[in-house]
């Protein structure tokens, strides 16, 4: 006998993402029973994460993880003595997997500067200008054709942290870039399931099965790395990224180098699900949204140290003036005599404290499901 979720996905022949992986129709993915309240801290992901709100202990936590990371990593030192002495302090990763080359032309487009200011000339963001010239890579967030894809290279993406991958489609024969997993390697095969279980494989389970869909060889394709799921087909506390928040649309969520969420739990009946980010906050995604399994390549990007001031200033960031460097009138730290912001609690220039929460009442997260402070 053919399993009832099978049948419902292979009736429906207009396979639209919204609704040929509906959540009923695949029962085994879900194996969280549907309830109506909100989730209590059911993952040691988030245990770990947030046990407090401690900037100490935060801070404790983060240093041991560095050291962790460094001494898997492999540095290259750029210290030369007095031959150049603004590099003696800059480290940087090694990536041998990353090529070498300039990136394929048609898949970027030119990087205009707008020094931190909007259409009317005004600066909205402080700290920019100057910089490399720089092209920006159209990397695919939607990850809507269906089919194997080889990857060709990985990259490096001046406008992000984490890497990026080429790939080619095997039929089509079209280039894309994506955001590239951690352990991606050239050659590997991607895929999106966005649209619906891949025509090759229902033919193939129609000559060795009778018609009927083998649960195992279906989890062994879908569930790889790489591979673009909605979240309705994605088992329970698996790692994911390039998570979207409106069904259909992009990755939004959980792009940046060594990033990573974690999916923990499902409520078919009110079409969610919590997902747990690297924060500790947990939150409401819907569940035919998508997202990509694995977690986000170059985590060894927050080893870099770039050394000297010129650095910065090579990647688009100008200096900024301390708070209590400037006039009484210019910044709530400034005036007074010698270097002191008065007995006043750290604030920025526009008088918005410090670790002080500005989501509040209306503006609260309503999807949010735990804070990371909690």
Same mark, same amino acid.
């Given at each position: 006998m053919m399993l009832p979720w099978a049948k419902k996905c292979l009736a429906d022949q207009a396979?639209?993402?919204?609704?040929?992986?509906?959540?009923?129709?695949?029962? $085994?993915?879900?194996?969280?029973?549907?309830?109506?309240?909100?989730?209590?801290?059911?993952?040691?992901?988030?245990?770990?994460?947030?046990?407090?709100?401690?900037?100490?202990?935060a801070h404790a936590r983060y240093k041991q993880q560095r050291e962790l990371l460094a001494k898997r990593a492999v540095m290259k030192s750029f210290d030369r003595g007095h031959l150049l002495p603004g590099s003696t302090h800059r480290r940087m990763p090694v990536h041998e997997h990353l090529h070498k080359g300039k990136p394929v032309r048609e898949l970027t487009v030119h990087k205009k500067k707008t020094a931190g200011r909007n259409s009317t000339g005004k600066i909205t963001v402080r700290g920019r200008g100057g910089g490399h010239k720089q092209r920006v890579r159209l990397v695919d967030s939607y990850r809507m054709t269906s089919g194997k894809q080889k990857v060709i290279r990985i990259e490096y993406d001046p406008n992000r942290s984490a890497h990026i991958a080429l790939i080619e489609h095997e039929e089509t024969k079209n280039l894309s870039y994506i955001l590239a997993p951690q352990g991606l390697r050239s050659g590997d095969f991607v895929e999106s399931f966005r649209e619906g279980i891949p025509e090759d494989f229902i033919e193939d389970m129609k000559k060795t099965n009778n018609g009927e869909i083998d649960d195992a060889l279906l989890s062994a394709r879908i569930l790889k790395r790489g591979n673009c799921l909605p979240l309705n087909m994605i088992p329970i506390g698996s790692i994911i990224h390039n998570i979207g928040l409106r069904p259909g649309g992009r990755g939004q969520l959980v792009k940046a180098a060594g990033t990573f969420?974690?999916?923990?739990?499902?409520?078919?009946?009110?079409?969610?699900?919590?997902?747990?980010?690297?924060?500790?906050?947990? $939150?409401?995604?819907?569940?035919?949204?998508?997202?990509?399994?694995?977690?986000?390549?170059?985590?060894?990007?927050?080893?870099?140290?770039?050394?000297?001031?010129?650095?910065?200033?090579?990647?688009?960031?100008?200096?900024?003036?301390?708070?209590?460097?400037?006039?009484?009138?210019?910044?709530?730290?400034?005036?007074?005599?010698?270097?002191?912001?008065?007995?006043?609690?750290?604030?920025?220039?526009?008088?918005?404290?410090?670790?002080?929460?500005?989501?509040?009442?209306?503006?609260?997260?309503?999807?949010?499901?735990?804070? $990371?402070?909690?």
């Open positions: 396979r639209v993402f919204s609704k040929s992986l509906a959540v009923q129709g695949f029962v $085994r993915f879900n194996s969280t029973p549907a309830t109506t309240s909100a989730p209590k801290s059911t993952s040691s992901f988030a245990d770990d994460q947030i046990d407090d709100f401690d900037l100490e202990a969420a974690k999916l923990v739990s499902k409520f078919p009946e009110q079409k969610k699900v919590v997902i747990a980010l690297a924060s500790g906050e947990q $939150r409401y995604v819907h569940i035919d949204c998508h997202a990509t399994l694995g977690t986000v390549s170059n985590q060894e990007h927050k080893l870099i140290s770039w050394g000297k001031a010129g650095k910065s200033r090579h990647r688009g960031f100008r200096p900024q003036t301390r708070g209590v460097a400037m006039n009484a009138n210019d910044h709530p730290h400034g005036g007074g005599r010698g270097k002191s912001k008065s007995n006043k609690t750290p604030r920025s220039m526009w008088g918005t404290l410090k670790f002080a929460k500005t989501r509040k009442g209306k503006k609260e997260n309503k999807y949010k499901v735990k804070d $990371r402070r909690d």
